[in-house]
């Protein structure tokens, strides 16, 4: 199973029994699912099946669907004149003419402006045979619309793997400076400390101390492996696939947490801006999994 974005599109165009299907897919990012199909009112009778199709397929996004109808002879619908009103009708203008001083003008056009001169007869709809139709150009775009979603989505699979490799390197850059963060400390300790006293004998067990005390302020060893398995945790959620956006949104919650404490014990600048680097790719990850679904 792969994972898939939740920005996608589809379509597909069917002629199923004397009728033209079109039906577009479109969706965008969406902390749920919210689906609206708009469609003929001829078929409003198919808006939840097409609703519960799109919820089989798409647990988030928000998705629109349209849905366009056209029969191939152009109407569904015949016009029929009602011979007997329009004799009426002519039959009572000519005698007001007759009776009355009025000009004679009658006309086609005048007498199809007249009430009940045509009807329209419409022929009984299969509703169920209709549906059925509908519905299998609706799968057919549903697919289309799924395989984007899933190149889309290997896409940006790519992307948080390549990202996460470049957070591994910093925080064994962040790991290697921390140690030598240390061993400095201690030399410059030493240092001052017989600046101070003057002199060249200086008590080994004081700077041990004062540098075991350093060196457990700014140790960042449990934050560093704790990124490192958010990491792997990122890395095996990609690689099982699935609706997977919600729980990579409350990972990176994590991971982002681990780095600020790395970031607060760093006193060395160069590591403070390594953990700025780590903290850049962590939010170009955030931005991504937005778009997952």
Known sequence: MLIKSMTG????????????????????????LDCTVKLPRTVSFAEEDVKQAVKAAI???????????????????????????????LAAMKQMAEQYPVHNDIS??????????FSVEKPEVDEQQLLSDLMSVVRK??????????????????DLRGRGATIEG???????????????????LEAKLKEVLASTTIDESR?????????????????TVRLRSHLQQMYAMLSGGGAVGRKLDFLLQEMNREANTIGSKCTDVRLARIVVDIKAELEKIREQTQNIE
């Open 9 to 32: 599109y589809g379509r597909a165009v069917e002629t199923v029994n004397g009728r033209e299907f079109t039906v577009e897919i479109r969706s965008v990012n969406n902390r749920y």
């Open 59 to 89: 647990s988030r996004g928000k998705v629109d669907v349209y849905i366009t109808i056209r029969s191939e002879n152009g109407t569904d619908a015949r016009v029929i004149l009602n011979t007997g009103m329009v004799e009426g009708y």
């Open 108 to 117: 086609v056009a005048l007498i199809s402006r007249m009430p009940e001169v």
């Open 141 to 158: 775009a549903l697919e289309g619309y799924d395989a984007m979603r899933t190149r889309e989505g290997k896409a940006l699979e790519e």
């Open 170 to 188: 910093l925080v064994s850059q962040v790991e290697q400076g921390n140690a030598q963060t240390v061993i400095d400390y201690r030399t410059r």
């Open 207 to 223: 700077i041990l101390t004062e540098a075991a005390i350093f060196a457990d302020k700014v140790a960042v060893d449990e934050e």
